[in-house]
């Protein structure tokens, strides 16, 4: 079994520990995409155990946000990096 296929059973395991249906654990998959993002959901939901599905959509949108803002981050310092290096070398020559 792979690392993808791992976080989703623990995601699962989660979900029904907390006594929501196992296909929460698959929409949520699908929206987390990535398994350090169904890792975290699988955390939050063993230490807050929300006691509704909303809160559980909630915290899976915050999990999404914060990824996306974290590559986006990455994605403008590589940008930036690139710009500079730029700058150097016209600089230099």
Partial sequence: MGVREDAYEDLLAAVTAIGYPEELASVLA????????MRRMASYL??????????????MLAIVEQRESWVNKKLSE????????????DFED
């Fill in 30 to 37: 699908d929206g987390l995409r990535g398994e350090k993002s």
């Fill in 46 to 59: 063993r230490v807050a155990r929300p006691q509704s599905m909303e809160e559980i959509a909630d915290e």
């Fill in 78 to 89: 590589r940008a930036q990096m690139s710009i500079n290096s730029f700058y150097r070398r």
